[in-house]
């Protein structure tokens, strides 16, 4: 029989190795996303949108879904809900009418594996007495004056946030705000409240916010339940007042910007001038009398 050269069998067990390696990191990325998911997929990515026998929000109550549909209509829709919409498939059209023209967009790190653990989860919610996705609880008394004024100092960061988190206004700002306004890395929220529907459909989105940049962050430090209804409150007479967009807060902003840079610039340019002769006199005085 021929020899094998000791080079060969190393290039053999290089190649053995990288496929073993291969299927360890992807067992490992199964094993963590089927950790991940589903009850936390489903509370980060879905509960702002739906309820598990908790009547609708912007979307449709999702109990008994597998009833409705079939499961393989269910993970394509879930992989590609746009694509489905604009092929026309009846389904998806109704889907879209009973959410007032609301879209669904595919959520992060999709899959069909994913798809269908989610299912599963839903299928079994859907059999209990409550899920524990049926939505937040919330008081449907009518809204007061104090409500609003509550909602607008935890909204400003008057008041601070039980669990620590980050007050709205350094994201987000409110057409009835003044002077500089509020944050514009976020939404404008004067009509968030009309936007998602009402009191549920508002409270579900604060309790659990489905944006990439605000999930990570209110996961760890979640608005408390008392501090919903007031928010809620604020947010509902903002879209009641509507009030025009205050177009010179951005313009204040830029100006007041530019004039603290400039007196910066002079202060630094004083304090350096003196600092830079200090240095420099004596030099030239040395230099004259050597």
């Known amino acids: ?21 291969s299927v360890f990191f992807l067992l490992l990325i199964c094993t963590s996303v089927s950790a991940q998911v589903p009850a936390d997929y489903f509370k980060q990515n879905c509960a702002s949108c739906h309820t598990i026998g908790g009547g609708r929000l912007t979307g449709p109550d999702l109990k008994n879904v597998s009833e409705r549909q079939s499961r393989d209509w269910l ?89 620590n988190g980050p007050s709205c206004i350094g994201c987000h700002t409110v057409n009835s705000m003044k002077g500089l306004g509020g944050g514009r890395l976020g939404l404008n929220l004067t009509r968030a409240y009309a936007r998602l529907e009402g009191r549920k459909g508002l409270s ?31 947010l509902k007479n903002e879209t009641e007042i509507d009030e025009p967009e205050n177009k010179t807060a951005m313009i204040n902003f830029l100006l007041y910007g530019m004039g603290g840079a400039v007196v910066l610039l002079v202060i630094f340019d004083l304090l350096w001038n003196k600092r830079f002769r200090g240095v420099r006199q004596p030099m030239v005085k040395e230099s004259y009398h050597s």
């Open 204 to 234: 579900a989105w604060l309790v659990s916010p489905p944006s990439l940049m605000m999930n990570p962050i209110f996961k760890k430090y979640p608005i408390d339940e008392e501090e919903v209804l007031p928010l809620v409150a604020f």
């Open 75 to 163: 993970v394509n829709w879930t992989l590609d809900p746009e694509g489905i919409l604009k092929s026309g498939d009846p389904y998806a059209v109704k889907l879209q009418k009973e959410a007032r023209g609301a879209v669904m967009t595919r959520s992060p790190g999709m899959t069909r594996v994913l798809s269908a653990a989610l299912l599963d989860l839903i299928d079994a919610e859907s059999k209990l007495e409550k899920s524990q996705f049926a939505g937040t609880q919330i008081s449907d008394r009518p809204l007061l004056a104090e409500d609003i004024e509550e909602g607008r100092m935890l909204f400003m960061g008057a008041t601070r946030l039980k669990n």
């Open 1 to 21: 029989m021929p020899k094998v050269t000791s080079k060969k069998c190393i290039t053999g067990i290089n190649w053995a190795a990288s496929i073993l390696t």
